[in-house]
């Protein structure tokens, strides 16, 4: 089956600072990622769909300058948190789109990063 | 606009024995997706099971069954046999049939409890 990695798993920041989160399809062109966020036993929330060659769609109030989406090949996407602060510890989750023959129907999840500001 | 509920936060059951997760959602459409996620503690998010709207015949996957009713859009998961493995929280999604974003809705999600 398809494959998503993220790296890293978990990473701990400074308040401040800013972290980058990597998510790749390993075997397959992912002309679409999606970035989710979850809270401890919450459902996943949708944060910005993100296509390859164009800007990313953030969801209705997720800041785009904060989260910092990049798509730049159909195999990477990478999320950078901005001047992250406490609150923006949290546990982030990409996905990726198998895009066949026009339709598609299935996302493929990677094993998510652990984010710690302190 | 499209929205997933699973009514129930927490289920337990014993082992071996049968559970069935709810699953109601609302659209429009008439052609779509629906899913049913398994996240366990290590929080890998693993399909169980995929079931497409024009399909009348109900989707199974070994000790996974759904029970999918179009016209009360419901659409229910039941797990046989159940094995200790199966503890984790379920979601269910629904996805859409082609679109430009192919943005998947997520319910609540239910903890699933396995009693040895």
């Known amino acids: 089956g398809a494959v998503v990695s993220q790296h890293p798993s978990r990473v701990i920041c400074k308040s401040g600072t800013s972290v980058k989160i990597e998510c790749r399809s390993l075997?397959?062109?992912?002309?679409?990622m999606f970035w989710y966020r979850q809270f401890p036993k919450k459902s996943l929330m949708l944060m910005a769909t993100?296509?390859?060659?164009?800007?990313?769609?953030?969801e209705q109030g997720v800041e785009k300058d904060k989260f910092l989406i990049n798509h730049a090949s159909l195999t990477l996407s990478t999320l950078t948190v901005t001047s992250a602060h406490p609150e923006d510890s949290s546990f982030y989750i990409c996905?990726?789109?198998?895009?066949?023959?026009?339709?598609?129907?299935?996302?493929?999840f990677g094993p998510g990063t652990r984010l710690t500001v302190t | 606009a499209q929205t997933v509920t699973q009514s129930q936060p927490e289920m337990s059951v014993q082992e071996a024995e049968t559970v069935t997760l709810s699953c109601t959602y609302d659209?429009?459409?008439?052609?779509?997706?629906l899913f049913w996620y398994k996240q366990p503690p290590s929080r890998q998010m693993i399909l169980v099971i995929r079931?497409?709207?024009?399909?009348?015949q109900n989707a199974t996957e070994n000790r996974f069954s759904v029970n999918f009713q179009k016209a009360a859009k419901s659409f229910s998961l039941k797990i046989s046999d159940s094995q200790l493995g199966d503890a984790a929280m379920y979601f269910c999604?629904?996805?859409?049939?082609?679109?430009?974003?192919?943005?998947?809705?997520f319910g609540q999600g239910t903890t699933l409890q396995v009693k040895p």
């Open positions: 075997d397959f062109q992912a002309t679409t």
């Open positions: 999604a629904y996805g859409p049939f082609s679109s430009n974003t192919g943005k998947l809705i």
């Open positions: 659209t429009s459409e008439s052609d779509y997706y």
């Open positions: 993100s296509n390859e060659g164009s800007k990313a769609t953030y």
């Open positions: 996905s990726a789109r198998e895009l066949l023959a026009g339709v598609s129907y299935e996302q493929y």
């Open positions: 079931q497409e709207a024009y399909k009348q």
